[in-house]
């Protein structure tokens, strides 16, 4: 496993980090959760992410139940603030009132005395950001929390918080958390731009379009029991007809890379070099075996050309 700075801070974290939306807590049973925790601990994965708001809190318990055996200097946590975690006006947003208890009731979830990384998981239009930035800052300083992060704010908002907390000497952003794939390359005309100037690292979810770019989806196929296209109320906005060819072509360009195409998927987004992190699921132990072997890969300059031509088609 390979390590990368969080942004322009001095923190370390795995190239490949475990993430728990819509599973730990949900339809993942919790031994396949801790064995997925336990493999990615083993296999030098040290950051971890969850939120407040995966199921209402229950993923947060799952995770820190889970890596309570192991040293707490020994990974990187993260979760998220935003979400709606109550049926009242203040259960959600980034009102000093909602983050400061927020805070705390997830710290109470997890076990633990702090937080490695704290995002505020949207930008909230109804909060004044500088209320927003002071609440964090307060728990940074009072050790809770170490470092800041927001999660699928655009580049205007980003460039906003950092001149506010530079004026007001308060504690910076030092990573965004966006969706990014081969099929969702949204972010790389602004915020990787902005982000670079300002120190700013992307840690990305989605890295496998929801499955899309593992190949487990056929074109004119019904999607397999167990897998997240099957799931009720589920939808998977790169799942189209356009995209299971794109990932049949690509499939071509792993096999000429001696890659599957979910380890050609993560090592195209580590090209990156604004990239901290890329943050895959595991319902299984056995799905995070494979994709773990992305950290370290290089592509080559042909490999990436034959990926954009894909890309374009």
Not at 37 to 49: M, S, T, V
Not at 208 to 219: E, P, S
Request: hydrophobic content about 35%.
């Amino acid at each position: 496993m390979q390590y990368r700075r969080l942004g322009g801070s001095g923190l370390k974290v795995s190239e490949i980090s475990l993430g728990s939306w819509l599973t730990y807590g949900g339809y993942v049973e919790e031994q396949n959760a801790v064995s997925s925790i336990d493999l990615a601990y083993e296999a030098g994965i040290n950051f971890f992410d969850t939120a407040n708001v995966y199921i209402r809190g229950e993923a947060e318990k799952v995770v820190g139940k889970a890596l309570s055996k192991y040293s707490r200097s020994s990974y990187v946590l993260a979760t998220k603030v935003f979400g709606k975690m109550g049926d009242g006006p203040n259960d959600n947003g980034l009102s000093r009132k909602h983050i400061i208890e927020q805070c705390d009731a997830s710290l109470k979830r997890l076990g633990m005395d702090y937080i490695d990384l704290y995002y505020c998981h949207r930008f909230h239009q109804e909060t004044p950001l500088e209320e927003t930035l002071r609440a964090l800052d307060d728990l940074v300083r009072q050790g809770k929390v170490l470092y800041l992060g927001v999660s699928e704010w655009t580049a205007e908002q980003l460039t906003e918080a950092v001149h506010i907390a530079d004026k007001k000497l308060l504690d910076r952003i030092v990573v965004n958390q966006p969706n990014y794939s081969m099929l969702h390359r949204k972010i790389e005309n602004e915020i990787i731009p902005v982000s670079e100037k300002h120190g700013i690292g992307q840690v990305v979810f989605s890295p496998l379009a929801q499955g899309v770019l593992t190949g487990k989806y056929k074109k004119g196929e019904q999607a397999q029991e167990g897998t997240r296209a099957a799931q009720k109320n589920m939808s998977i906005s790169q799942l189209t007809d356009e995209n299971l060819d794109r990932v049949e072509q690509l499939k071509l360009v792993a096999a000429e890379e001696n890659l599957t195409l979910s380890q050609l998927a993560l090592a195209w987004i580590l090209r990156q070099s604004n990239v901290s992190s890329a943050i895959v699921g595991a319902s299984r132990p056995e799905q995070l075996a494979e994709t773990i072997q992305a950290s370290g890969v290089k592509l080559s300059t042909d490999a990436l050309e034959k990926i954009e031509e894909v890309l374009n088609s």
